[in-house]
């Protein structure tokens, strides 16, 4: 059985790092052809992805925001970990790892539970 | 605005019909990129519903089915149940973007 779960700050202020970690089971991130996201939702509002490690290490990041996130593995472990810097409040949202699945392009078939992050002052 | 088009909310009477389409381009759908669909219920994580276009995830009742066609794909529920009140997102790959993307998500109300 896949789970995930995020933990992390509830509040951050602006202009801070948000560190959030994914901790998961069921799997292992050195199979070949998995990897874990991370997806965000602003209150009210559509589903936007983040970033992406796959097995081997590759990484992915939504370009608009590639200069501010960074996405590491501990295999060890079974985490994953993002950080997002120079935070703002537009970037308050709830925060989702997700397990993607091996495919032709891989997709999150299993979702955490999700963590709301708010940014202000 | 999203990459992927979705009409905002969509109703239907308890055992009615009611579909929910998923317009893109040729960056994405039309490039071939498989199509999945999630279902979201209220104040929970997106669930997996349909998968790479129209195969039902594990557990997903057989009211639910997907198809796609050109750019565009749709999720049909047949037999609406209040249970299906949610929201619901289409996801594919987007070669523009170099990424997943998401449409901007259905309200499925059942009357």
């Known amino acids: 059985q896949i789970t995930l779960k995020e933990s992390g700050p509830a509040l951050v202020k602006p202009t801070q790092t948000l560190t959030l970690t994914c901790s998961f089971s069921g799997f292992s991130l050195s199979t070949s052809g998995l990897g874990v996201g991370w997806i965000r939702q602003p209150p009210g509002k559509a589903l936007e992805w983040l970033a992406l490690i796959y097995w081997d290490d590759h990484k992915r990041y939504r370009p608009s925001l590639k200069s501010r996130l960074t996405i590491t593995k501990d295999t060890s472990k079974n985490q994953v970990v993002l950080t997002m810097s120079n935070m703002d409040p537009v970037d308050t949202a709830t925060y989702y790892c997700?397990?993607?699945?091996?495919?032709?392009?891989?997709?999150?078939?299993?979702w955490g539970q999700g963590t709301l992050v708010t940014v202000s002052s | 605005q999203s990459v992927l088009t979705q009409p905002p909310s969509v109703s239907g009477a308890p055992g009615q019909r009611v579909t929910i389409s998923c317009t893109g381009g040729s960056s994405n759908i039309g490039a071939h990129f498989d199509v999945h669909w999630f279902q979201q219920l209220p104040g929970t994580a997106p669930k997996l519903l349909i998968y790479?276009?129209?195969i039902r995830a594990s557990g997903v009742p057989d009211r639910f089915s997907g198809s796609k066609s050109g750019t565009s794909a749709s999720l049909a529920i047949t037999g609406l149940q209040a249970e299906d009140e949610a929201d619901y997102y289409c996801q594919s790959y987007d070669t523009n973007l170099s990424g997943w993307i998401f449409g901007g998500g259905t309200k499925l109300t059942v009357l």
């Open positions: 790479t276009n129209n």
């Open positions: 997700a397990h993607f699945r091996e495919a032709a392009a891989i997709f999150p078939d299993h």
